[in-house]
């Protein structure tokens, strides 16, 4: 494997801004990517994320702002960082007159860094069949080619745009853990992905995108102390001191034939505080749940939105 640069950020990206005619894809966002980790990228289409990869792979020119790769440009560079990194895309096109195999060493070929034997290993753990014509392959097999090629590589970085489009739940695990061992290798991987389990899987920081801006970055769970915590606990009596507390909000108090059912939710700031009180209720029952993904992608794209109409 190739000699990595770990005082060089793998990206960064400072107020990019790119326009089509009267639409803003890109306005002002910025982007940075560490090595050894998975950098999630979320947003609804439309968002601005397809044009950030485009930008970084240097498929377009910017009209503001830097986008760095290893410190180089990928708009004058692009041969140089094309054999450092490996790109796969959402929608897999293909030679339809080759094979699977074929194809995987036409791109091997391409990226300049296959591993045969890691080449083997991958096409067997994806279940893949390459000897038959790519024209035959449904759409998860197509993906499945673009994945083995560019993780048989000894790419310094993975740019992968809904790289599991297609892919069975099984082969959505072999990949997560594909991405974990490459992680552990010391490569990054800029995710972009509509499957929000799979970010929440792998991803070590996520930002928000909404218009061709990043709402929120942060890793999950800076992202949860935001939203909150759902807390919901029985007790004999009512709660009055819970509402009390500040950053807590009591959404639900039902008396019921085993007690009083509350549900909450807590800030992160105001668990200890919330815990302290129900401690004190002598509850039967308490269950604690930090918000799933969606939830926070929901709620952060939410504020943004509201805070656009403002």
């Known amino acids: 494997m190739r000699q990595r640069l770990p005082d060089t950020l793998p990206i960064r990206a400072e107020g990019l801004v790119k326009r089509f005619g009267d639409v803003t894809a890109l306005d002002g966002l910025d982007l940075e990517v560490r090595h050894g980790e998975v950098h999630g990228f979320l ?3 439309g ?16 009209d503001r702002g830097r986008a760095q790769v290893f410190g180089l440009d990928p708009w004058t560079d692009a041969v140089t960082l094309h054999g450092r990194l490996a790109y796969v895309p959402g929608d897999v096109a293909l030679w339809p007159s080759l094979t699977g195999g074929e194809c995987i060493d036409l791109l091997g070929s391409l990226q300049g860094s296959q591993d045969r034997d890691r080449r083997d290993e991958l096409v067997d753990r994806f279940r893949l069949d390459p000897t038959r014509r790519t024209r035959t392959y449904s759409k998860g097999n197509r993906q499945k080619v673009a994945l083995v090629a560019a993780l048989a590589t000894d790419a310094e970085l993975l740019v992968l745009d809904e790289p599991t ?13 594909c991405i974990r061992e490459a992680v552990a290798e010391g490569r990054p991987v800029l995710l972009s992905s509509h499957i929000l389990g799979e970010v929440e899987a792998l991803c070590a920081r996520v930002p928000i995108l909404r218009d061709g801006r990043a709402v929120r970055t942060g890793t999950l769970a800076e992202l949860a102390q ?11 009596e009512p ?33 200890a505080g919330a815990v302290s009180v129900i401690g004190g209720a002598a509850p039967t029952h308490l269950v604690v749940e930090p918000p799933s993904l969606d939830e926070l992608f929901l709620q952060h794209y939410s504020q943004a939105a509201e805070g656009v109409r403002r």
């Open 47 to 62: 968002a601005g994320k397809s044009t950030t990869i485009r930008a970084i792979l240097g498929h377009l020119r910017l």
């Open 43 to 45: 947003g609804p289409n």
């Open 226 to 236: 935001d939203a909150g915590t759902t807390v919901t606990v029985i007790t004999p």
């Open 239 to 271: 709660m009055p001191g819970l509402a009390e507390v500040d950053g807590v909000e009591v959404l639900e108090s039902t008396p019921g034939a085993d007690g009083v059912r509350t549900v909450a939710r807590v800030g992160g700031a105001s668990l």
């Open 165 to 177: 489009a297609g892919l069975d739940p099984l082969m959505e695990s072999v990949f997560q853990q």
